[in-house]
C-alpha cells in the first residue's frame, strides 16, 4: 500500500545537524489536497536561520524538522475536489511551482484580503509544519499552480522569492522617475532591482557584501553597485543625489545596520521597506532620523496572491532568474548545500537541492 512506502527526507535535528533518512512516504491525499513529487528545493535565507540557530525570530525548533518552502513539483494524485491556485481542477501530471503559505481562510485578517497575515497560517518549512526536502509532499491543491512549458523547474523554484519581491515593490508605491535603493544583492534583491526598474524608477543604487552579487546588480540594470565593507553606502547615495537621497530603500539582506542605512539614505518623506529577518530578532533604527524625515516604515510579510502574476512576468522573460542559480546539489548532498549558503562561499547567490 502507498502509505507503508518509504522516501528520502532531509530532517534539522539541531544547529547544522542536517540528516537524510528515511520516512513513510505520504499515503493518499485527502478531499481538496494533492500528493506532489518534488523536483527541486532553493534554499532561502530563512531556512538559514533555522538552520544556523535552531529558530527563526521566536519560533523555536521542538524537534526533526523538514526544511523548505522554495519548490516546484509534479502532482502524483489529487483528492476529491482538488482546485488549483487559479480554481481550476489539479490534474495528475501537472508540472506545478508551490506556494508554501497555508492561510485558514476564516479569521479577519484572510476575509479582508490579507491571507499572508493570517493568524493561523502553516508555512512549509516552519516549525511545527514540515517543508519541501523530501521526496513527496502533501498539500493543499490550492496551493499548486501549473506551470507553463517555457518554465523549468528551477524558474518554478525562484518563483517564489519573485512573489516575495513584487509583494515588496507593490508596498513601496514606486512611481515613475523615482530613485531606489536596495539593500542586498541576495536573490530577492535582484529580483527587486529587475522589478524597480520595471515600474519605472530613475536609478537603482544597490550595496552588498559580496562583489560577485554586485557584479550581477550591475548585469541587471543597476545604476551604480557598492561593496559596502569597502565604501559607505550611505555616503556613496547622497553624492549619487546630490545630498538629496532616494524616494525609497528597500533593505533586502541581513537586516542589520542596513536598516539604519537605509534610512539615512532616504529624502524627506521616504519609504523604508523592511524584507530582510535579522539574526537577533531585532530591529535597530536610528529614531531621531526617522522622526525628522517623516519616514514611513513598512514590514514586509511575504507576499499574497502574486503568484500567477510572478508565472506570467517569468513566462514572457520579463525577470531574467535562471543567473540567480549559482550552485546545485543532490538531496544527499543537503547538509553541504546549506554548509555552502551559511558560510557565503564564493560566488554563492542562490543554491538549489534537486530531489
Not at 494533492?34 to 529558530?55: E, I, N, P, Q, Y
Not at 506551470?147 to 513601496?172: K, R
Not at 514606486?174 to 530613485?179: C, F, L, S
Not at 546588480?217 to 561593496?227: D, H, I, P
Request: aromatic share 6%; proline share 7%; hydrophobic share 45%.
Amino acid at each position: 500500500m502507498i502509505d507503508t512506502q518509504k522516501m528520502l527526507a532531509a530532517r534539522l535535528h539541531g544547529p547544522a545537524d542536517m540528516r537524510v533518512e528515511e520516512l513513510p512516504r505520504p499515503g493518499r491525499p485527502g478531499p481538496g489536497r494533492a500528493l506532489l513529487r518534488v523536483k527541486a528545493v532553493g534554499v532561502c535565507g530563512s531556512d538559514l536561520h533555522t538552520f544556523r540557530h535552531g529558530r527563526i525570530g521566536d519560533t523555536r525548533l521542538e524537534g526533526p524538522l523538514i526544511l523548505g518552502h522554495e519548490f516546484a513539483a509534479v502532482v502524483e494524485e489529487v483528492g476529491e475536489g482538488g482546485l488549483d491556485g487559479e480554481f481550476q481542477p489539479l490534474v495528475p501530471g501537472t508540472r506545478v511551482a508551490v506556494d508554501p503559505a497555508q492561510p485558514c481562510g476564516q479569521c479577519e485578517w484572510c476575509e479582508r484580503g490579507d491571507p499572508n497575515l493570517c493568524i493561523n497560517l502553516r508555512f512549509c518549512g516552519l516549525w511545527p509544519d514540515h517543508g519541501a526536502l523530501c521526496q513527496w509532499i502533501d498539500m493543499p491543491a490550492r496551493c499548486c499552480f501549473p506551470l507553463p512549458d517555457g518554465l523549468d523547474d528551477t524558474a518554478g523554484v525562484l518563483l517564489e522569492p519573485l512573489g516575495v519581491a513584487i509583494h515588496a515593490v507593490d508596498l513601496a508605491k514606486i512611481r515613475v522617475g523615482h530613485r531606489v535603493a536596495v539593500l542586498g544583492a541576495g536573490p530577492i534583491g535582484l529580483c527587486i532591482l529587475q522589478l524597480v526598474r520595471l515600474a519605472g524608477a530613475d536609478a537603482v543604487y544597490m550595496s552588498d557584501r559580496f562583489p560577485w552579487r554586485l557584479e550581477l546588480a550591475k548585469r541587471f540594470g543597476a545604476t551604480a553597485a557598492w561593496q559596502c565593507d569597502q565604501l559607505d553606502p550611505v555616503a556613496a547615495v547622497r553624492e549619487a543625489t546630490g545630498g538629496r537621497g532616494v524616494d525609497v530603500a528597500i533593505e533586502a539582506a541581513w537586516c542589520d545596520e542596513s536598516v539604519e542605512q537605509g534610512a539615512e539614505m532616504l529624502a524627506h518623506g521616504g519609504r523604508l521597506m523592511v524584507v530582510g529577518i535579522p539574526g537577533d530578532d531585532r530591529l535597530s533604527l536610528k529614531h531621531s532620523t526617522a522622526r525628522r524625515k517623516g519616514l514611513s516604515i513598512i514590514m514586509v510579510r511575504r507576499m499574497k496572491l502574486v503568484y500567477p502574476r510572478a508565472i506570467r512576468m517569468a513566462a514572457r522573460g520579463a525577470v531574467d532568474l535562471a543567473p540567480l542559480v549559482s550552485h546545485r546539489f543532490p538531496l544527499q548532498r543537503v547538509a553541504e548545500a546549506f554548509a555552502a549558503n551559511a558560510d557565503y562561499r564564493p560566488g554563492t547567490v542562490k543554491v538549489i537541492v534537486d530531489v
